[in-house]
T-cell receptor
Framework: LAKTTQPISMDSYEGQEVNITCSHN???????ITWYQQFPSQGPRFIIQ???TKVTNEVASLFIPADRKSSTLSLPRVSLSDTAVYYC?????????????FGAGTRLFVKA | NAGVTQTPKFQVLKTGQSMTLQCAQD?????MYWYRQDPGMGLRLIYY???????DKGEVPNGYNVSRLNKREFSLRLESAAPSQTSVYFC???????????FGSGTRLTVV
Protein backbone atom coordinates (compact mmCIF):
# COMPACT_ATOMS: atom_id res chain seq x y z
CA LEU A 1 0.00 0.00 0.00
CA ALA A 2 1.22 3.46 -0.84
CA LYS A 3 1.72 5.49 2.31
CA THR A 4 1.25 9.24 2.02
CA THR A 5 3.20 12.02 3.71
CA GLN A 6 2.01 15.62 3.95
CA PRO A 7 3.21 18.68 5.88
CA ILE A 8 1.50 18.86 9.25
CA SER A 9 0.53 22.50 8.90
CA MET A 10 0.80 25.55 6.66
CA ASP A 11 0.04 29.22 7.08
CA SER A 12 -1.04 31.62 4.36
CA TYR A 13 -2.66 35.00 3.84
CA GLU A 14 -5.87 35.83 2.09
CA GLY A 15 -5.47 36.20 -1.66
CA GLN A 16 -2.36 34.05 -1.91
CA GLU A 17 -2.00 30.81 -3.85
CA VAL A 18 -1.41 27.80 -1.63
CA ASN A 19 0.33 24.62 -2.75
CA ILE A 20 0.15 21.50 -0.58
CA THR A 21 2.33 18.58 -1.60
CA CYS A 22 1.68 14.94 -0.79
CA SER A 23 4.39 12.32 -1.11
CA HIS A 24 3.42 8.77 -2.08
CA ASN A 25 6.65 7.06 -3.06
CA UNK A 26 5.19 3.57 -3.36
CA UNK A 27 2.17 4.47 -5.46
CA UNK A 28 0.96 1.56 -7.59
CA UNK A 29 -0.13 1.50 -11.19
CA UNK A 30 -3.82 1.28 -10.28
CA UNK A 31 -3.76 4.06 -7.68
CA UNK A 32 -5.68 7.28 -8.09
CA ILE A 33 -4.95 10.39 -6.01
CA THR A 34 -7.79 12.26 -4.36
CA TRP A 35 -7.85 15.33 -2.12
CA TYR A 36 -10.42 16.18 0.50
CA GLN A 37 -11.12 19.20 2.71
CA GLN A 38 -12.41 18.85 6.26
CA PHE A 39 -13.81 21.51 8.58
CA PRO A 40 -14.18 20.88 12.34
CA SER A 41 -17.12 18.64 13.25
CA GLN A 42 -17.85 17.89 9.60
CA GLY A 43 -17.17 15.03 7.24
CA PRO A 44 -14.49 15.47 4.57
CA ARG A 45 -15.54 17.07 1.30
CA PHE A 46 -14.22 15.94 -2.08
CA ILE A 47 -12.03 18.53 -3.82
CA ILE A 48 -10.34 16.90 -6.78
CA GLN A 49 -9.08 13.57 -8.17
CA UNK A 50 -6.41 12.69 -10.70
CA UNK A 51 -4.25 9.92 -12.10
CA UNK A 52 -1.49 11.77 -13.94
CA THR A 53 -0.48 15.20 -15.30
CA LYS A 54 -2.80 18.06 -14.38
CA VAL A 55 -6.43 18.24 -13.42
CA THR A 56 -8.34 21.45 -12.81
CA ASN A 57 -11.85 22.17 -11.57
CA GLU A 58 -13.64 25.24 -10.30
CA VAL A 59 -11.96 25.22 -6.89
CA ALA A 60 -8.47 23.70 -7.29
CA SER A 61 -5.79 22.22 -9.50
CA LEU A 62 -3.95 18.96 -9.00
CA PHE A 63 -0.46 18.49 -10.40
CA ILE A 64 0.98 14.99 -10.71
CA PRO A 65 4.50 14.53 -12.13
CA ALA A 66 5.35 11.75 -14.53
CA ASP A 67 6.72 9.42 -11.83
CA ARG A 68 3.52 9.93 -9.78
CA LYS A 69 5.48 9.75 -6.51
CA SER A 70 4.03 13.02 -5.35
CA SER A 71 1.11 15.30 -6.06
CA THR A 72 0.42 18.97 -5.37
CA LEU A 73 -2.92 20.49 -4.59
CA SER A 74 -3.05 24.13 -5.64
CA LEU A 75 -5.66 26.48 -4.18
CA PRO A 76 -5.78 29.81 -6.02
CA ARG A 77 -6.33 32.98 -4.00
CA VAL A 78 -7.34 31.47 -0.68
CA SER A 79 -9.81 33.12 1.69
CA LEU A 80 -10.38 32.81 5.43
CA SER A 81 -13.01 30.14 4.75
CA ASP A 82 -10.33 27.87 3.26
CA THR A 83 -8.91 27.33 6.76
CA ALA A 84 -9.34 23.57 7.14
CA VAL A 85 -7.52 20.25 7.12
CA TYR A 86 -6.62 18.88 3.69
CA TYR A 87 -6.19 15.16 3.14
CA CYS A 88 -4.42 13.34 0.36
CA UNK A 89 -5.88 9.93 -0.41
CA UNK A 90 -4.29 7.20 -2.46
CA UNK A 91 -6.58 4.34 -3.31
CA UNK A 92 -6.52 1.23 -5.40
CA UNK A 93 -9.03 -1.31 -6.42
CA UNK A 94 -7.97 -4.68 -7.71
CA UNK A 95 -8.79 -8.34 -7.35
CA UNK A 96 -7.29 -8.28 -3.87
CA UNK A 97 -9.88 -5.87 -2.60
CA UNK A 98 -10.26 -2.17 -2.15
CA UNK A 99 -7.79 -0.31 0.00
CA UNK A 100 -7.44 3.35 0.81
CA UNK A 101 -4.77 5.23 2.68
CA PHE A 102 -5.57 8.66 4.07
CA GLY A 103 -2.63 10.83 4.98
CA ALA A 104 -2.51 12.51 8.38
CA GLY A 105 -3.68 15.73 6.76
CA THR A 106 -2.33 19.25 6.42
CA ARG A 107 -3.84 21.91 8.62
CA LEU A 108 -4.05 25.11 6.57
CA PHE A 109 -4.54 28.35 8.44
CA VAL A 110 -5.42 31.40 6.35
CA LYS A 111 -4.83 34.77 7.97
CA ALA A 112 -6.37 38.13 7.11
CA ASN B 1 -31.42 17.49 0.78
CA ALA B 2 -29.38 15.00 -1.20
CA GLY B 3 -26.48 13.38 0.59
CA VAL B 4 -25.46 10.92 3.26
CA THR B 5 -27.43 10.81 6.51
CA GLN B 6 -26.00 9.26 9.67
CA THR B 7 -27.80 8.51 12.90
CA PRO B 8 -27.30 9.08 15.74
CA LYS B 9 -25.03 12.13 15.84
CA PHE B 10 -23.84 11.43 19.39
CA GLN B 11 -23.83 8.30 21.53
CA VAL B 12 -22.39 7.24 24.86
CA LEU B 13 -22.08 3.52 25.54
CA LYS B 14 -20.88 1.49 28.46
CA THR B 15 -18.20 -1.10 27.86
CA GLY B 16 -19.80 -4.29 26.59
CA GLN B 17 -22.96 -2.69 25.24
CA SER B 18 -23.92 -3.08 21.61
CA MET B 19 -25.28 -0.61 19.11
CA THR B 20 -25.83 -0.04 15.41
CA LEU B 21 -24.85 3.08 13.54
CA GLN B 22 -27.17 3.82 10.66
CA CYS B 23 -26.25 5.33 7.31
CA ALA B 24 -28.42 6.11 4.29
CA GLN B 25 -27.66 7.82 0.98
CA ASP B 26 -30.10 9.11 -1.60
CA UNK B 27 -27.74 9.61 -4.54
CA UNK B 28 -28.15 6.11 -5.99
CA UNK B 29 -24.48 5.41 -5.32
CA UNK B 30 -23.21 1.88 -5.69
CA UNK B 31 -20.39 1.93 -3.11
CA MET B 32 -20.58 2.73 0.59
CA TYR B 33 -17.94 2.93 3.32
CA TRP B 34 -17.44 3.23 7.05
CA TYR B 35 -14.44 5.14 8.42
CA ARG B 36 -13.31 6.07 11.90
CA GLN B 37 -11.35 9.16 12.80
CA ASP B 38 -9.42 9.49 16.02
CA PRO B 39 -8.14 12.82 17.38
CA GLY B 40 -5.35 14.27 15.29
CA MET B 41 -5.41 11.37 12.88
CA GLY B 42 -6.60 10.69 9.40
CA LEU B 43 -9.48 8.44 8.50
CA ARG B 44 -9.15 4.69 8.62
CA LEU B 45 -11.37 2.38 6.61
CA ILE B 46 -13.36 -0.10 8.70
CA TYR B 47 -15.54 -1.83 6.12
CA TYR B 48 -16.80 -1.10 2.66
CA UNK B 49 -19.47 -2.30 0.28
CA UNK B 50 -18.49 -2.07 -3.37
CA UNK B 51 -22.05 -2.77 -4.47
CA UNK B 52 -25.36 -3.93 -3.07
CA UNK B 53 -25.02 -7.42 -1.65
CA UNK B 54 -21.26 -7.30 -1.03
CA UNK B 55 -19.19 -6.23 1.95
CA ASP B 56 -15.44 -6.39 2.62
CA LYS B 57 -13.03 -5.62 5.41
CA GLY B 58 -10.94 -2.50 5.39
CA GLU B 59 -7.90 -1.59 7.47
CA VAL B 60 -9.42 -1.85 10.96
CA PRO B 61 -12.40 -4.26 10.93
CA ASN B 62 -11.90 -5.98 14.28
CA GLY B 63 -14.80 -5.44 16.66
CA TYR B 64 -17.22 -4.36 13.95
CA ASN B 65 -19.78 -5.89 11.63
CA VAL B 66 -21.68 -4.35 8.74
CA SER B 67 -24.85 -4.92 6.77
CA ARG B 68 -25.67 -3.55 3.34
CA LEU B 69 -29.41 -3.63 3.82
CA ASN B 70 -30.19 -2.36 0.34
CA LYS B 71 -28.63 0.04 -2.13
CA ARG B 72 -29.38 3.04 0.10
CA GLU B 73 -28.46 1.76 3.55
CA PHE B 74 -25.23 0.53 5.12
CA SER B 75 -25.12 -0.06 8.88
CA LEU B 76 -22.20 -0.57 11.25
CA ARG B 77 -22.62 -2.68 14.37
CA LEU B 78 -20.53 -2.82 17.50
CA GLU B 79 -21.40 -6.10 19.25
CA SER B 80 -19.48 -5.44 22.47
CA ALA B 81 -18.21 -1.89 22.69
CA ALA B 82 -14.72 -1.20 24.07
CA PRO B 83 -13.11 2.12 25.11
CA SER B 84 -10.74 1.75 22.14
CA GLN B 85 -13.75 2.22 19.88
CA THR B 86 -14.29 5.76 21.13
CA SER B 87 -14.05 7.73 17.92
CA VAL B 88 -15.91 9.72 15.30
CA TYR B 89 -17.45 7.45 12.70
CA PHE B 90 -18.08 8.62 9.16
CA CYS B 91 -20.15 6.94 6.52
CA UNK B 92 -19.47 7.74 2.87
CA UNK B 93 -20.75 6.76 -0.53
CA UNK B 94 -19.52 6.98 -4.10
CA UNK B 95 -20.88 6.22 -7.52
CA UNK B 96 -18.24 3.53 -7.87
CA UNK B 97 -15.03 2.53 -6.15
CA UNK B 98 -12.40 5.26 -6.30
CA UNK B 99 -14.83 7.96 -7.41
CA UNK B 100 -15.02 10.95 -5.11
CA UNK B 101 -16.73 10.18 -1.84
CA UNK B 102 -19.66 12.03 -0.27
CA PHE B 103 -19.34 11.87 3.50
CA GLY B 104 -21.98 12.10 6.19
CA SER B 105 -21.64 14.49 9.11
CA GLY B 106 -20.40 11.78 11.47
CA THR B 107 -21.37 9.99 14.69
CA ARG B 108 -19.38 10.87 17.78
CA LEU B 109 -19.20 7.72 19.91
CA THR B 110 -17.84 7.56 23.44
CA VAL B 111 -17.39 4.22 25.21
CA VAL B 112 -16.92 4.48 28.96
Amino acid sequence: LAKTTQPISMDSYEGQEVNITCSHNNIATNDYITWYQQFPSQGPRFIIQGYKTKVTNEVASLFIPADRKSSTLSLPRVSLSDTAVYYCLVGESNTGGFKTIFGAGTRLFVKA
Amino acid sequence: NAGVTQTPKFQVLKTGQSMTLQCAQDMNHNSMYWYRQDPGMGLRLIYYSASEGTTDKGEVPNGYNVSRLNKREFSLRLESAAPSQTSVYFCASSERQLAGYTFGSGTRLTVV
